[in-house]
């Protein structure tokens, strides 16, 4: 019978410190579930390695949340992994997933603007930030692995890298249909049926989801929803067994949203006051204004904008997977094509008219991958390599057009009413990647493993940049390419079968990048060494496992992206950074019925050298803050020693899942969990204007579970104290006076779910 362990946050234990290890209940994928009495922790399968090996057994720190944990009342979205992984950080930014792991993510929002987390379904690479969002229904596992992954996934794996692994058929028929009611008139109806068609040999599932429901808030200048969502999705999955050795798997995926969802909420001005906001000129007021009318409190999951918070976005994908078994050597091959087109529609000036405020983000992707894997395993020792290339074509704009713009230039408002700020362009990136990794057995418990990875990319980029306020209209085309070699060692002891220690060394390379319609040179990679420690151990007759790593970054030339004083969206290697810090995690069942997570983690993630330009310079009465000066240029400041974007100290946690056995073999099934994490800072300067402080959030959920788990009904409630948290706040640019703006976490939604399985 499958189990369900939450990954959750409660307060220190003693002096321990523990972290999320968020190694749930065991997978379809990694065979049958373990009974409830069996006395030892259910091993999950970890493919994300590219070797399926066992969680107790990976010589790094990883996260696996099974299909128990996935859905309404747990892990609905990329997001909602933060509440279950340690040191992790999620937002979103005009709709594109800001993931950060130990510190490090995405810093970029321009135009074609990647991450430093490697996001992948099924081993493949989904390669828009944006697209991130989308794809989580019938899953069998999400798979993190926190840390530099250099030799498995090069190009884009600095901090890390999360596979989502769907669901597969097997040679009996099997599905299930969940539905679910929840306030916002919250609608969600997921299903899947699979099983064979010829046996073992020929194996399909078809599998869906639907969503719909009224927004989180209200644009209350035009009475529309936002941060609401009506979206599907849906996906085939095709098994062949050609024969006893050799297999294809074959899937197909199409998803499509229409919505106001990831509108700008507006925060509050930074170093320019509210009275003093640029829309003002015009008679616009912000909701702010609106509420001071009423003399009440602000409720700031609602907007006040002319402009409706417009998001479209659709896609398909195949992927082919084709698995040879040669026993000593097996070979796995991938090949995927992904679509992704969407347009994005917010108001930069936060107001009810428009001061060159609505902004148009629109982005299309074509993606083609295809990546050999051979692993072969000798006496004593196992080799893994590989080859992988990557094409994309990348088109975009940001359309802004200037209405109303002339009144900051002493001008009649309407004089560059028919011009705009516009990048306009494509990019087309080719990506290579070669691979090899060898581990031996040095003695019977200890091992060496040792590789390297050859990467290279090249981009192209054609389009154009015109401001015509600023009488700029040029071209943009420019190309080039980029090479590393990064290397990783790792030893493992393993004194008992209980007990793993290992600790490695690792470069992490993030390619270059070419923005569309942006006027920068080519931004160079930015890499990192890694330096990790840590330990696995199994307790209390293998029904426990504790988990805990230690570890040091050294990253030079952060890509940093940040609006100039021309508002220019910019781009640069900025910046190196150093961060250190640890993790510890706790999971296990401490009866048959009653199983616990404890985590925790430490992050001291910093510039150790950046100059960039501060916003609030010429306006030193207001900002109360001063920085020092750049040895080499005073004309910027200083920020060594400030901490990293979305980068918390602290995060504590736990969680628990209670099984109570009631007649007939049913049973009630009590979870809840919990996580607090310490302030963190949205921006370079680590000031007030863009902070979210400490918080904790609480979950909790009741489930009748019928005899056999045919059938369950049972009732769940997010963030239960019903906190108000930014997910992410930037700072506008100069045109629009600086204001912050930014996205929120979800309040508190509760539903009932029913499911059935057959």
Same mark, same amino acid.
């Given at each position: ?42 091993? =999950? ?55 950060? @792991? ?37 899953? /069998? ?28 058929? &097997? ?115 912000? @909701? ?21 918070? =417009? ?20 070979? #796995? ?31 299309? /992707? ?26 994309? #074509? ?7 057009? &200037? ?11 309407? &004089?560059f009413d028919d011009g705009a700020y516009e990048q306009n362009g494509l990019v087309k990136i080719d990506a290579v990647g070669v691979y090899l990794q060898g581990a031996v057995d040095l003695s019977p418990t200890i091992k060496l493993t040792a590789g390297a990875r050859y990467n290279y990319e090249h981009r192209k980029g054609d389009g154009y ?15 080039? %390419?980029?090479? /590393? ?8 002891? #393993? ?31 930015? +890499? ?53 810090? %640890? ?7 401490? &009866? ?53 974007p979305n980068a918390p100290r602290f995060t504590v946690g736990g969680g628990f899942n209670w099984d109570i056995p009631l007649g007939n073999d049913s049973r009630l099934a009590v979870n809840g969990e919990i996580k607090w994490q310490s302030k963190v800072y949205f921006t370079e300067f680590n000031n007030r204007d863009a902070e979210q402080g ?8 009741? +489930? ?15 963030? =239960? ?9 930037? =700072? ?9 703006? %930014? ?11 029913? /499911?059935?399985?057959?």
């Amino acid at each position: 019978m499958k189990r369900r362990l939450r990954a959750i946050c409660l307060a220190p234990l003693g002096a321990a410190l523990v972290l999320p290890a968020a190694a749930h209940a065991q997978s379809a994928q990694a065979g049958d579930a373990a009974d409830s009495s069996a006395p030892s922790t259910a091993e =999950i399968i970890v493919t994300a390695t590219k070797q399926n090996t066992a969680l107790s057994r990976v010589a790094a720190a990883v996260t696996a949340v099974t299909a128990a944990d996935i859905g309404p009342g747990g892990v609905q979205n990329v997001g909602d992994l933060q509440v279950v992984v340690p040191n992790v950080s999620i937002g979103d930014q005009f709709g594109v997933n800001r993931t950060f @792991i130990r510190g490090v993510g995405l810093n970029n929002f321009d135009v074609g603007g990647e991450g430093a987390v490697a996001f992948l379904q099924n081993g493949a690479i989904l390669a828009r930030p944006a697209q991130q969002l989308s794809g989580f229904f019938d899953l /069998s596992q999400i798979e993190v692995l926190r840390g530099p992954q250099s030799i498995l996934y090069g190009r884009g794996a600095t901090a890390g890298a999360i596979n989502l692994v769907t669901a597969a058929p &097997t040679d009996e028929m099997d599905g299930y249909l969940r539905a679910t009611y929840g306030n916002y008139d919250n609608r969600v109806l997921e299903g899947a049926i699979g099983g064979p068609l010829a046996g073992d040999r020929l194996m399909v599932r078809l599998a869906g989801k639907y969503e719909k429901r009224d927004g989180y808030g209200v644009n209350l200048f035009t009475g529309n929803p936002v941060d609401d969502r009506d979206a599907y999705s849906l996906r085939a999955t095709v098994v062949a067994k050609l024969s006893d050795t050799f297999k294809a798997t074959i899937v197909g995926d199409h998803f499509k949203e229409d919505d106001n969802n990831y509108a700008f909420h507006y925060f509050g001005p930074s170093v320019i006051p509210e009275a003093g906001l640029f829309h003002k000129f015009i008679g616009g007021k912000s @909701i702010f204004d609106y509420y001071a009318a009423r003399n009440e409190k602000p409720n700031l999951r609602n907007i006040y904008s002319d402009e409706e918070a =417009i998001n479209n976005r659709k896609g398909y994908g195949v992927t082919g997977t084709l698995d040879w078994d040669l026993g000593a050597a097996s070979v #796995k091959s991938i090949t995927a094509y992904r679509t992704f087109d969407r347009f994005q529609r917010d108001d930069l000036d936060v107001s009810d008219v428009n001061l060159a405020g609505q902004n148009n983000y629109v982005e299309k /992707s074509r993606a083609f991958s295809q990546e050999v894997t051979v692993n072969y395993e000798g006496d004593g020792f196992t080799l893994l390599g590989g080859a992988m290339y990557l094409h994309e #074509k990348l088109t975009g704009q940001v359309l802004v057009p &200037t209405v109303n713009l002339g009144v900051l230039f002493g001008l009649p408002a309407d &004089t560059f009413d028919d011009g705009a700020y516009e990048q306009n362009g494509l990019v087309k990136i080719d990506a290579v990647g070669v691979y090899l990794q060898g581990a031996v057995d040095l003695s019977p418990t200890i091992k060496l493993t040792a590789g390297a990875r050859y990467n290279y990319e090249h981009r192209k980029g054609d389009g154009y940049f015109r401001f015509d306020a600023l009488g700029v209209n040029i071209p943009t085309d420019k190309s080039k %390419g980029w090479s /590393s070699v990064t290397p990783k060692v790792l030893l493992e002891f #393993k004194p008992t079968d209980r007990t793993l220690l290992y600790a490695s060394v690792t470069k992490g390379f993030k390619s270059g990048v070419i923005n569309i319609g942006s006027v920068d040179a080519a931004i160079d990679p930015e +890499t990192v060494w890694s330096y990790e420690a840590g330990f696995k151990q199994k307790l209390a007759d293998n029904r426990v496992l504790l988990s805990g790593a230690v570890f040091y970054y050294d990253y030079k030339n952060l890509q940093v992206s940040f609006v100039n004083a021309n508002s220019i969206v910019q781009t640069i290697n900025a910046a190196n950074a150093r961060n250190y810090g %640890g993790e510890l995690e706790l999971e296990g069942k401490i &009866t048959p019925q009653f199983s616990v997570n404890l985590n925790a983690s430490y992050l001291n993630a910093q510039f150790t050298k950046f100059c960039n330009a501060y916003y609030g310079a010429a306006f030193p009465a207001r900002s109360g803050i001063s920085y020092p000066v750049c040895p080499t240029d005073s004309g910027l400041v200083d920020l060594s020693g400030k901490r990293l974007p979305n980068a918390p100290r602290f995060t504590v946690g736990g969680g628990f899942n209670w099984d109570i056995p009631l007649g007939n073999d049913s049973r009630l099934a009590v979870n809840g969990e919990i996580k607090w994490q310490s302030k963190v800072y949205f921006t370079e300067f680590n000031n007030r204007d863009a902070e979210q402080g400490s918080y904790a959030m609480a979950n909790a959920g009741l +489930t009748w579970h019928a005899p056999g788990d045919r059938f369950s009904i049972g009732g769940w409630v997010k963030n =239960i104290t019903n906190e108000f948290v930014i997910a992410n706040n930037i =700072i506008t640019a100069a045109t629009f006076a600086y204001v912050r703006v %930014g996205s929120v976490m979800p309040p508190r939604t509760y539903g009932v779910t029913a /499911s059935v399985n057959f």
